[in-house]
Structures are given as structure tokens and as C-alpha cells.
């Protein structure tokens, strides 16, 4: 049985669930970052119930918990800037706008309290934050310009600037650490950075609109969401070359492979007028699209539990969080959290 390393308790809601499932949820909270609403929730993994709302910066987009759990960090797009015509960073349409104000900081938060432990500036408009598998940097996309900030996690502070692609905006390491993969939203490219060096080693042509990257936990494969042409680019990480793209929802951006490396989530979020409310599950094998899971409008977020039993979603026009089952492609729950969630991480 599944039991909270807080306090060691297990509520009777998180009994009822387990009971149901038949089986132990693997992390114990969930970080959601709420754009509209200057804040990340913190909820139960299990009954999705509100543990906290901590007040972070302006406009968080993107949260991401350490390795080792002790640490979440989170994007805020802060202090008044320059600024800048957001439509792409948040998925709407071509001829849908918005400004949005750049020049900002990543903070992050002590998990144990809850609270803002650091402040670290980095460029403009920071959208994603990622921590590398050994826990000691973190690497964020700056899409004002067009940069990627290196922290050192111990020291909190800024140790690299890296020059990449036209508007980075998700990222993610290489399995063994060796390797970020950025996406070039406005670019249609996706940026190598050898981590060894800090610098960007190649850029590979995607398609419109990249917005997130990822890897299967075998290294195998490389992907890029084009949410400019409502498919996933399937990148082979050897080659450094596309070698197939899967037609999903609309406007996708989040993705998330399984610990198995056989399935992929994919979060369509379509636009502010008309939502996506799918998650395409493609399976890795045949590169088929196995089911799509209907969450909720404005399907954005998606993180997978370390035992690849449960996703969890974030529906941004809608304001909620969906925990998705992976093995039996339902939606178990879905609850309300604050005004335009955006990013979300699980526990390691």
C-alpha cells in the first residue's frame, strides 16, 4: 500500500482508488503550474485532492520536480519587459494573439514546506525547465531570445547561456544525460546541445510548429510535437534525422513515453476556440495511433508515473487535471485546480 512520505498516512479516499486500481500509485504528489493564475497546485497523486496552491511568479508555465523530489522547479515569465506576441507559445491559431510580458526567472520550491527557497533570472520569455538526470543542472528555454539558461542546481545560479533555435520552447535530456533536445517552435527545427560542452551540436528539421521533445526511457527514439501540422515527428537519436511522423489531434504539445518505451501520450490541445480534448496514445511498435482518450478541452500537460500505470493531464481551457489509466485507456478522474493549467510533473 501506498503511503505518503509526509506523514506516512493514507487517506480514505487514496484507499478507495487503490482498491479500485488494484495496484499502488507510484508518486505521491503532482505539481501543476497555473498560468492564469500566478500559482502551482500541489495535489494528492492518488485523489487528485488540493494539497497546496503556492504563489510563484507571473504567468508559470512550466514546472518540473528534481530527481531526487526534494526540489520543483518552475518557469515564471516575471518581471515587466519588452513585450511579445505569445500566440504560439500558448497553442492558439494562426490570427489568434496575445501579449505577453518577457524577461523573467525560475524559482523553485522546497517540497517538504511548500515555500519559494530561490530566485534565479534567466532570459526572456522562459517557457520549459528540465533537470538533468544526475540532479545538478537545469536547463531552461528562453523564447524572447532565443537561448537555453544552464543552473547549477546546488548553487542556484546561472553557470551557461546556449544559443539555439528560433524560439525554444520544450526540452528534454537524453535518457544517459549527454543530451538536451529543444524545441524550435517558430524555427521547425530541433536543437542538439552536447551537455558535455554546452553547446548546441546540431539542429534537425522537424516540421511547423515544434513545441515539445521527448525520448523513450531505451534511448531508441527521439520525438517533436508540430503543433503546426497536428502529427509527432519520430526522431532517430543516432541519425539525428526524422524518420516518420504519426498524424494525431489538433495542436499538439505536451508529450510523455512510457517506462516500457512501448507507448506514447500525446496532449492535443487544439485552440482557445476550438479545444482539442483528446490524448493519442500511440504505440511504439507500429507507430499507430492505439487510442485516443477523451480528458478535457485544452488538453495541454502530460506526465507519466514511474510504474507507467497512470498520466496525468492538464485541460487548460477547462481549469482542471485528468488522471488518465494507461493500461485500460480511461479516464479515472478528473478534478478542477486554478485559472489556465499549463505544465505539470509527478514525484519522481
Known sequence: MMTRRNNGLVTAVQIGLLAWSGTTLAADQVYVANEGADTVSVLD???LKTLASVRVGKMPHNVQVSPDGKLVWVTNNGEPGQAVDASVHKGMAQGDHAVMETGGAVWAIDSATNEVVAKVPVGMHPAHVVVSPDGRLAYVTNGGDNTVSVIDTTARSLVATISVGQFP????FSPDGKEVYVANLKGGTVSVIDTASQKEVAQVPAGKGPAQTGFTPDGRLAFASLSGENAIAVIDPATRKVIRKVAVGTVPIQLYATPDSRTLLVANQGTRKKPGRTVSMIDLGSFKVAKTVVTGAGAHGV????EGRYAYVTNMYANSVSLLDV?????VKTVPVNKTPN????TP
Open 45 to 47: 497523486a492518488a485523489s
Open 169 to 172: 520552447h520544450g526540452l528534454r
Open 303 to 306: 506526465a507519466v508515473d514511474r
Open 327 to 331: 493500461k485500460n485507456h480511461q479516464v
Open 343 to 346: 505544465g505539470i510533473s509527478v
